[in-house]
């Protein structure tokens, strides 16, 4: 296992949930002059469990935490590990479920990685893959954008996606990539033990992964624009197996 790129979750709604968690929490550390709305809640929180609380200027706690937009507030906590996949799969045989699981292949947006890991948090999805190159981390940014969900949702992180795939489909997973050129989503068997591979932002799903895959799923398009956001349409075909798999 390997630990996350920062010790450091900056954002109201992601340290409430790390205080939440249980993780282990060293200090919060609170901008000059925010004592306002949720920022006491967490302050009760951390005095509840013993937690340091620091008032430090706004631009330390930027500095810090790595990300401007922190709202006030950053944790610093033990750092988190990466699971494996026989984790995720682990994850569902523990929860007596069919295994759903999303595989991110170049996501280089941490809002976007942030906004999918969120989703699939309130989706039941049992895990996320991301590869280890040539994709954004799970850094502060993407802890913001799950907005807490991170603390939660199982990450491995590997070396050859294809390979992730492979081992999905050896343990009865049916993987399809969503990518342009497939059946219409709607139309798509994804009922049962998926996984769904969504790919970066332009690039879509790269050609050895999109081979890799049980098939393809793809959004019609009516308007001008021909593509949508990573995060969305990720969105629009988790849910479409969680509407499926409720019938």
């Not at 799903?205 to 098939?215: K, T």
Request: a neutral charge; aromatic letters at 4%; proline letters at 4%.
């Amino acid at each position: 296992m390997e630990n996350f790129e920062s010790a450091y979750i900056a954002g109201r709604n992601p340290v409430i949930e790390v205080l939440k968690s249980g993780r282990t929490v060293d200090k919060i550390l609170i901008a000059n002059g925010q004592r306002e709305g949720s920022i006491v809640r967490i302050i009760a929180m951390a005095k509840e469990r013993g937690i340091p609380v620091v008032e430090v200027p706004q631009v330390k706690l930027a500095h810090v935490s790595g990300i401007a937009e922190h709202q006030g507030v950053a944790a610093l906590c033990a750092q988190k590990e990466y699971c494996t996949v026989a984790d995720i799969l682990d994850i569902a045989k523990q929860r007596g479920e069919k295994p759903f699981v999303l595989v991110t292949d170049g996501i280089e947006d941490p809002h976007n990685l942030g906004a999918l890991i969120r989703t699939a948090s309130t989706a039941g999805v049992h895990g996320v893959i991301v590869p280890r190159h040539r994709a954004v981390g799970l850094t502060p940014s993407v802890s913001k954008a799950a907005a807490g969900a991170l603390e939660y949702m199982a990450v491995a992180k590997v070396t050859n996606i294809t390979a992730a795939i492979e081992e999905l489909k050896e343990a009865g997973v049916w993987v399809y990539a969503a990518d342009v050129g497939g059946v219409p989503y709607y139309k798509a068997d994804l009922r049962g033990a998926v996984a769904i591979v969504v790919g970066g932002e332009g690039s879509g799903v790269s050609r050895l992964v999109r081979s890799a895959c049980d098939g393809v799923v793809s959004i019609p398009m009516r308007g001008e624009i021909t593509s949508l956001n990573a995060s969305v349409a990720g969105a629009i075909i988790m849910y479409e197996a969680v509407r499926q798999s409720a019938q």
